[in-house]
């Protein structure tokens, strides 16, 4: 091969067939799997347990990581076999720390909450009756229930 092959960028087409020809090998089990794996790694950073993350913690992404690898679970463990025990023991552990992020912020005193400006109240706060329908339909994962 020259030297002047060997520099030269392949053209959108080139790039294109090569695309294409990976896909044909990638199986729709291959990307759901490695979805899992990364939502539990993000998960863990937003959970800010990677040492150092501590200051990435966001309960409410940490929530939709957990919502979604729940969602994804039953669909990867036949591909997972044995293996889906440690994605579960993964999301039980990011759902405990969950619960305790979530409990931190529930945790503010009246006194710690910021005042409505003078002139305006703050909107009742009513709570439903019961659980609503996604948490009835068994979809939504609750802490401490």
């Known amino acids: 091969m020259s030297e002047q092959q060997q520099q030269r960028q392949p053209t959108e087409e080139e790039l294109r067939a090569a695309y ?10 291959d990307v759901l799997v490695q979805t899992v794996l990364s939502l ?3 998960g863990s950073l937003r959970a ?3 040492p150092g993350s501590e200051s990435e913690a966001d309960p409410a992404e940490l929530r939709q ?3 979604a690898v729940r969602a994804l679970l039953p669909l990867v463990e036949p591909t997972l076999g044995p293996d ?7 999301v039980s552990r990011l759902q405990m720390e969950y619960a305790r992020l979530a409990g ?4 503010e005193t009246p006194e710690q ?6 002139g305006e109240e703050q909107p009742p706060q009513d709570k439903p009756e019961g659980p609503g329908p ?12």
């Open 104 to 107: 931190a912020g529930a945790a």
């Open 20 to 29: 294409e020809e990976q896909l044909k090998r990638i199986r729709v089990d």
């Open 84 to 90: 889906a025990a440690q994605i579960r023991d993964a």
């Open 65 to 67: 990581a957990i919502e």
């Open 113 to 118: 909450q910021p005042e409505a400006p003078k």
């Open 40 to 42: 539990i790694n993000l």
């Open 134 to 145: 996604a948490e009835s339909s068994g979809r939504l994962w609750v802490p401490g229930r």
């Open 48 to 50: 800010g347990l990677v």
